[in-house]
């Protein structure tokens, strides 16, 4: 198996065997930054191989409905950042669905990497989950580091346990 795989585009359904996965939902309206934030998110996924599935959503299939209600959330564009493949109360889920974010690539793009570390390392996971556990929003943001300051003007929710806290 390689270390880098292949763009697969638009997906219905998430592969297992990756330790964390984003998914951007768009529009569908095809616009200028959409296109942008795909390339650089393709780009990514590419970069980061088997650590990191990267896709956007197939918002045509009805698949996507189910994918909104799960999540909860009613606003495109949004980013997905999981744990896991399937989306349960045990998922450690980020959802980015702020327009003014997700709409700025350059910045989006600067911000991931520090949301994935969330996932991707152990202890900073443990911690994040703790937080959400006990609602603690400013351990969260302590927790996330360089991304504080972003976090505090965005509209971010974690979710883990069935809890969702946002910021």
């Known amino acids: 198996m390689s270390a880098e795989r292949d763009y697969s585009g638009p997906v219905t359904s998430l592969p297992p065997g990756y330790p964390a996965y984003c998914i951007y939902v768009p529009t569908g309206m ?14 990514w996924g590419q970069a980061m191989g088997k650590n990191l599935f990267v896709a956007p959503w197939n918002i045509g ?27 349960t109360p045990d998922s450690f889920v980020m959802k980015i669905d702020d327009p003014l974010l997700v709409r700025n690539v350059d910045r989006l ?5 520090t949301l994935l570390d969330l996932i991707l390392l152990q202890q900073y996971n443990r911690a994040a989950k703790d937080a959400i556990s006990a ?13 504080a300051n972003v976090l505090s003007k965005v509209k971010v929710t974690f979710c ?8």
Do not use: C, H
């Open 30 to 43: 095809n616009q200028d930054f959409e296109q942008a934030t795909d390339q650089k998110l393709q780009t």
């Open 109 to 113: 793009t600067s911000m991931l990497p």
């Open 160 to 167: 883990w346990k069935g809890i969702t806290v946002g910021l």
């Open 135 to 147: 609602g603690r929003v400013a351990q969260i943001k302590s927790i996330s580091g360089d991304i």
């Open 61 to 87: 299939d009805p698949s996507y409905v189910a994918l909104m209600k799960t999540l909860g959330f009613t606003r495109r564009p949004a980013i997905i950042l999981s744990d896991g493949n399937q989306w």
